[in-house]
């Protein structure tokens, strides 16, 4: 547990770093090309356009960075005093501060938003402006000042410690050893606390002085998944096999690398494949000379060729590199794949894949089962999530609707993935837990979502249904009736279980708050709290829409005692997996007497205007009162 707590920290810090760097990679880019064009030895030497390189390295990338880093901690408050804290380390030095403005970009945004929290309700009104302009400009100039005389020369140091142990590894030929750790860091999303915290920083610096740097090459070189993937297509198995294909060239040309790892999952050993293809590309980048003179991002042979210094020598270099890569890794994944026995599941792997991330895969899609066409004469659409009472029931809500609106004679319910029934003809489910209810029932009609709330495969299917539905007029009334026959119970979302202007420093928190409030109402049991837990780890109970429903799993439907609900309102937000919370609805259901009212949650959270208006309520009757006019 610990160590699995260590490596989800790490994952933070790491995606932290990147969420900095990334939004900014087209600066980056632009910088690189100024540069291989007009410096001395570019393409068409300039010494007029040349003038750029410089300021656009050492001022305009690092501020960029510091005020992404305090936007991202306290918004465009945090973003201003993050980029006025960053000026004092680029002032203070004479090397690029990309490591400096990842310190004081942040720290400005976090000291903006602690005295924001300390003053709120405090400013007299008429004196908000001036305020916060001052504030913002006091604190601001005192972290610049602190940042000059202090952060600046400790980030001195510690960069060049760092670049006098890069060069000395280079000239004892030890560098290619760092393909040991980096390849198994990115399958384990842990490159990017490597690659954006200390490989990228020392590269930009490597490239102002010496024109390139190897340093830029070894997380971003694509020939050993390359090498994987190519493995897999002459002597893979099934899906693996025929997938494999694709997903190269997703890879190498798209320079998405995520999309190999499953593939690794699927066949732990080749994980030596790849570290010996890193070591063996790292090691003839070295040998010929190879680098880059900016930042590839993403991975891709296009994106590494760009980057290439514009001279034969080099892209001889920073080519052979790749390919020395991807012959290796093939050779070494042949020889794992063709010796062992393949016992391959592509879409477990991916499903471990998304685990291990901690957050949702853009390419986890690619790895599900292909469907075929929308079945004739539906009858029967199933919502299904984990324990079926709380995502699913409001997924089921919102599609019964535009069903009726439509006027279709189709019949929409939720439940549990392990009681999907064995006639289900869609199934609909959050994107992870395709996978599981593909293999309840095979034969049905598979649809994946990641937003209950507003996701467009709602109308997509409704506009598919309409072209081969016809209405009985009795069925209907059947349909109708059913559907209506639920227990009312107005009472389950009471006046004490609202709470508003809350502030969480986690999801957990968050949870186990909603959980405490319904084993104080006599609602749930105290397990049913690390049920909400679990349930939430399992899948992400974020519903889209700023709303999240976290809820026990199946299992725990046992420790429920009666419905109940809780409403909390999170005006800053809380993070959901990558995804920002501020509004929660804790629940606890027992025999359907809840679905009346999520069904109303549903609707009303299905408008934006209505998110809205929740979350800057005052008090708890005219948030209860939103609820109840929808």
């Given at each position: 547990?610990a ?22 990679i087209?600066?980056?880019i632009?910088?690189?090309l100024?540069?291989a064009l ?6 068409f030497?300039?010494e ?12 305009l990338?690092p ?8 936007k991202l901690?306290h918004d ?6 993050g980029?006025?804290?960053t000026m004092?380390?680029?002032v203070g ?6 490591l400096?403005?990842?310190?004081m970009?942040?720290?400005?945004g976090y000291?903006?938003k ?15 402006m001036l305020?916060?302009n001052?504030?913002?400009g006091?604190?601001?100039g005192i ?14 140091g510690?960069?060049g410690a760092l670049?006098l142990?890069?060069d ?5 030929g030890l ?7 980096i390849?198994p ?6 490159n990017n ?7 990228s ?5 490597q490239?102002r002085?010496?024109g390139q740097?190897?340093l830029?090459?070894l997380?971003?070189?694509p020939g050993?998944g390359?090498?994987?993937?190519l493995?897999y ?11 494999a294909?694709?997903?190269a ?6 320079g998405i690398?995520?999309?190999y790892?499953?593939?690794?999952l699927?066949r732990p050993l080749?994980i ?5 293809g890193?070591m063996?590309?790292?090691?003839t980048f070295?040998l010929l ?15 590494i060729l760009?980057a290439?210094?514009?001279n034969a020598g ?9 390919l020395?890569a991807?012959v290796?890794s ?7 794949l ?8 592509l879409?477990?792997?991916a ?7 901690g957050k ?8 599900t ?12 659409i199933?919502?299904?999530c984990d324990?079926g009472?709380?995502s ?13 609106q439509?006027?279709l004679?189709?019949?929409v ?11 289900a003809q869609?199934?609909i489910?959050?994107e992870?837990l ?5 293999n ?8 994946s ?6 996701s ?8 598919q ?6 209405t ?11 559907e209506?026959n639920t227990?009312?119970n107005?009472?389950?979302l009471?006046?004490e279980n609202?709470f ?5 420093s ?7 708050f909603?959980?405490?409030v ?16 679990e349930r939430?780890n399992?899948t992400?109970t ?9 809820h026990g799993?199946?299992?725990a439907?046992?420790n429920?005692?009666?419905s109940g609900f ?5 005006p800053?937000?809380?993070?959901f ?16 007497t809840?679905l009346?009212?999520?069904s ?5 959270c299905?408008?934006?205007d ?5 979350v ?5 009757k005219?948030?209860?009162a939103?609820?109840?006019s929808?």
């Open positions: 547990m160590q699995s707590n260590i490596k989800v920290a790490v994952q933070k810090f790491g995606n932290f770093l990147s969420s900095m760097v990334m939004p900014n087209g600066a980056f632009a910088w690189g100024i540069t007009f410096i001395p030895t570019g393409f030497p300039n007029s356009l040349a003038k750029l390189v410089d300021p656009m390295v050492k001022y990338l501020l960029l960075i510091g005020y992404t880093g305090g901690v465009q408050r945090g973003g201003v005093v980029a006025i804290a004092g380390v680029i030095s004479d090397i690029p501060m990309f400096g403005a990842m310190i970009g942040p720290l400005g000291i903006i602690k005295f924001d929290q300390f003053i709120e309700g405090k400013v007299k009104t008429g004196f908000e305020i916060n001052f504030s913002a006091i604190l601001g972290l610049a000042i602190l940042a000059f005389l202090g952060v600046s020369p400790a980030v001195d510690f960069t670049v142990g890069v000395w590894m280079v000239a004892h560098l290619p050893l760092t393909s040991i750790l390849e860091a990115k399958i384990l999303f842990l606390a490597i690659n954006h915290g200390i490989l920083p020392i590269g930009a610096e490239i002085t010496n740097s190897i830029l090459l997380e971003t070189n050993p390359l090498g994987i993937l493995a297509c002459f002597f893979g198995k099934g899906t693996a096999k025929q997938s294909p694709g997903a060239i997703i890879h190498f040309i798209g690398h995520e999309i790892f499953p593939y690794v699927m080749l030596i494949a790849a570290i010996l890193g063996s590309g790292v090691f070295v000379g190879g680098g880059l003179q900016a930042v590839a991002s993403p991975g891709s042979i296009l994106a760009a290439t210094p514009g080099s892209y001889v270099a920073n080519i052979s590199g790749v020395v991807a290796v093939f050779i070494v994944g042949s020889l794992i063709k010796t062992g026995k393949q016992t391959e599941d879409d477990e792997a499903r471990k894949m998304q685990e291990m991330k949702k895969s853009s390419v986890a899609g690619s790895f089962k292909q469907q075929g066409e929308v079945p004739a004469s539906v009858q029967k199933v919502f299904a324990a009472m709380g699913s029931a409001m997924g089921a809500s919102l599609l019964r609707k535009k069903v009726k439509a006027d004679n189709i019949s319910t939720n439940t549990a993935i392990s009681n999907i029934p064995s006639d869609i199934v489910t959050q992870e395709t996978p599981r209810a593909q309840k029932v095979p034969d049905a009609y598979h649809i979502v990641d937003n209950f709330l507003s467009p495969e709602y109308d997509k299917l409704i506009d249904l309409k072209n081969d539905h016809t009985s007029k009795a069925e209907k009334e059947k349909r109708v009736s059913a209506n227990d009312s107005d009472g389950l009471k006046e609202v508003l202007d809350q502030h969480f986690s999801k957990e928190e968050a949870i186990r909603a959980g405490s319904l084993v104080k109402g006599g609602y749930v049991e105290e397990n049913y709290v690390e049920a909400m837990i939430d399992m992400s974020y519903m889209g829409n700023d709303v999240a429903i976290p799993t199946e299992e439907k046992k429920v005692l009666r809780t409403v909390i309102q999170v800053e937000g809380v993070d997996d990558g995804e920002k919370v501020r509004l929660i609805f804790g629940i606890a259901g027992k025999d359907g809840h009346e009212i999520l109303g949650i549903a609707i009303t299905s408008d934006m209505n998110i809205e208006k929740m800057h309520a005052k008090s708890a005219e948030l209860m939103i609820i109840q929808n």
